[in-house]
């Protein structure tokens, strides 16, 4: 007999399920292109809206600037970005790409997007629409909702036998 889940616990299982089915296939994409998704959102964002500091970039893509450095450490060294320091305050350090990163970021951000149009085609406007709202709104509450430690109930622990 199967234990019928909070709807809560429901729609994480099936959006984690989604989110694994979706990463695989623009997994493909990007390894076409022979960049890592990481890179590939860098490469996007510096097109996009231009030059921009480590930490500008870190908060659009929603991760710590130590997680990006060795993304953007393997663009420079590909050549498609460049850091440059500013002379006043040598700490501040933009980011820019580089011919080659335009290109590179013109070629795959085409091909990246239609992949997309083709994983969403099951949804009609309005559902897509009606989805996006309910994201929005579940991180909207999730970036201002500081993590707390869950303290499992009783009847989720499992006793442990220490020898």
Known sequence: MSQQRPPQTAAWIALDRVHSLMS?????????HD???PQYSVLRLLLEEGEQTANALSSHMGVTPGNLTGVIDRLEAAGLVQRERDPQDRRCVTLRLTEAGSEKA???IPSTRGRV???FAALNPQELEAFRGSLKKLEAALDTEEVQ????????????VVS
């Open 35 to 37: 960049v890592t998704r």
């Open 149 to 160: 430690p869950v303290q499992p109930q009783a009847a989720d622990v499992e006793t442990a």
């Open 106 to 108: 013109r070629s795959i």
């Open 24 to 32: 695989r296939q623009i997994q493909a994409t990007m390894t076409e």
């Open 117 to 119: 149009e083709r994983l």
